[in-house]
């Protein structure tokens, strides 16, 4: 054959649909547009797109700035967070590719996903799927630093260099690193920047001299995969909860409740209780062993396919699913039929024939998907509420102390002031405060003059920071 792959791109047109025209004037200058955004940025908004698959593609603005902020940027601050703090530990990495031993468990995850990536972008780009080869990179830089990164933070901050600080410094070295040399195909300039910083002195100067990374088999651990899913699904559903009722993430909770019928689900959550405990910032983790325990079922009948089979019979069988017990709907859910009389006819129920509607109990709010179910109960006490303005004060003074050009060592002396309620919440949790916001000195000045407002719900905070002498 004359070749044996053929690379067909769409059409690229304008963002009203119509083909590109200078008489029309109807699409941005090309020097213009890498100029405002970036090679990368152009590059990375095309091949993920339908152009690549030979369908059409309406380019936009718009589409390329979302590439630079939900991609590009979080890339960006991955390396930034290793950089800044690598060089206030006067950290130097010695180790390459192969790495020392990892014993944390989420340095043992990131890794193990760091060559599934590996492998899921060699395959897509020895399949000449371009787009596909994408999705893996994408959805990497969530993991690393949406996941990996914010669950590692401590480890980064604390004062003392120890084995476990170490561990992390190495294994987010490596990380980048192999993702520079997958990614560079895709995104050549971020990656010879992010190569050149990070490079030993016997590496290749330049990313794109260097070999493309290859599978390491022995790094996977697809249990501890598993295992990290697993969590994520559940505090992404407990997210999902907290956005759905309003109530926001620094606001604490008293619990968060678990089903689950899979074994491995309820071992993974049990191993990992207080990562979910501080992702969904709640005081404790309970575990049930029947969904009933969260709420209270009500049946009804499937018209759709009972309809077929019950005929003029169905008012009655409506009936009589609709007063069906707990009990018996429970084991219809977990996979049983149950045979129920209509008019002298026996009618086998399952869970194709029976609807079944899950209604929360008290505070709880509920959320059902495949075999977990999340409830968070959403009561919040008095102490519980002075904690969630305490947060709002806390994430306040973390964006002074950066407005301020402070760097994120400096110890600071802090000055709060509002209303009496917001008194006695500062009072309870001073230490707390001091301990987050690297304060050497706190102090309550009521009516605080010259502080910058911090909003907590309907109150506001008065804050001042300086850097301590």
């Known amino acids: 054959p004359a070749f044996k792959n053929c690379v067909v791109s769409g059409l690229v ?11 029309l004037n109807n699409y941005t200058d090309p020097a213009e ?11 990375l908004f095309l091949m993920h797109s339908p152009a690549v698959k030979a369908d059409e593609l309406k380019y936009s603005d718009e589409g390329v700035r979302d590439v630079i902020k939900t991609i590009l940027l979080p890339l960006w601050n991955s390396y930034s967070f290793f950089v800044t703090y690598a060089n206030i530990d006067q950290v130097t990495v010695t180790v390459g590719q192969s790495g020392e031993g990892e014993v ?11 060559q599934k990536m590996v492998l899921d972008v060699t395959e897509a780009m020895d399949a000449y799927d371009f787009s596909r080869a994408i999705d893996p990179l994408v959805g990497y830089i969530d993991q690393l630093n949406n996941w990996y990164i914010r669950r590692s933070r401590r480890r980064f901050w604390k004062s003392d260099s120890d084995s476990d600080k170490a561990e992390a410094y190495r294994t987010l070295y490596r990380a980048l690193k192999t993702f520079a040399l997958t990614a560079a195909p895709v995104i050549p300039f971020v990656t010879e920047a992010i190569w050149r910083n990070l490079r030993l002195p016997e590496e290749l100067e330049s990313v794109h001299l260097a070999d493309f990374p290859v599978y390491d088999a022995s790094l996977r651990d697809e249990g501890l995969e598993f295992k990290m899913a697993t969590v994520q699904k559940a505090v992404s559903m407990g997210r999902s909860l907290r956005y759905q009722f309003e109530l926001k993430i620094r606001q604490p909770l008293k619990s968060v409740e678990f089903v689950t019928k899979n074994a491995d689900e309820r071992k993974a959550l049990l191993e ?6 501080e992702e969904l910032n709640v005081k404790k983790v309970v575990f049930h062993e029947r969904e009933d325990e969260l709420v209270e079922y009500r049946a009804k009948a499937n018209f759709r396919t ?18 069906l017990d707990q009990g018996s709907i429970q084991s219809i859910l977990d996979g049983a039929t149950l045979t129920l009389e209509v008019e002298g006819t026996n009618v086998e129920l399952d869970a194709d024939k029976v609807l079944v509607e899950r209604l929360e109990k008290a505070a709880l709010r509920v959320l059902n998907e495949g075999t977990l179910t999340v409830a968070l109960d959403t009561e919040i006490t008095e102490e519980l509420h002075k904690e969630g303005l305490v947060r709002d004060l806390i994430r306040g003074v973390q964006n002074l102390r950066k407005e301020s050009g402070l760097e994120v060592t400096d110890r600071i002396v802090l000055r709060v002031g509002g209303s009496p309620s917001l ?4 009072e309870l949790f001073a230490d707390f405060v001091a301990a987050e916001t690297l304060s050497v000195e706190t102090r309550w000045e009521g009516m605080l003059l010259g502080g ?18």
């Open 104 to 114: 944390n468990p989420l340095d043992q995850w990131i890794l193990s996903v760091t």
């Open 33 to 43: 547009a890498l100029d405002k955004f970036g090679a990368d940025a152009i590059r």
């Open 306 to 323: 009972l309809g077929k089979i019950l005929g003029g019979r169905m008012r009655a069988a409506g009936v009589a699913i609709a007063a």
């Open 272 to 277: 990992m209780e207080e990562s979910i405990r």
């Open 423 to 426: 008194q006695a919440a500062f």
């Open 452 to 469: 910058t407002e911090i909003e907590a719900g309907k109150a506001k905070w008065l804050a001042r920071v300086a850097k301590a002498g």
């Open 13 to 23: 047109l304008a963002a009203d649909g119509k083909k590109m025209s200078k008489s």
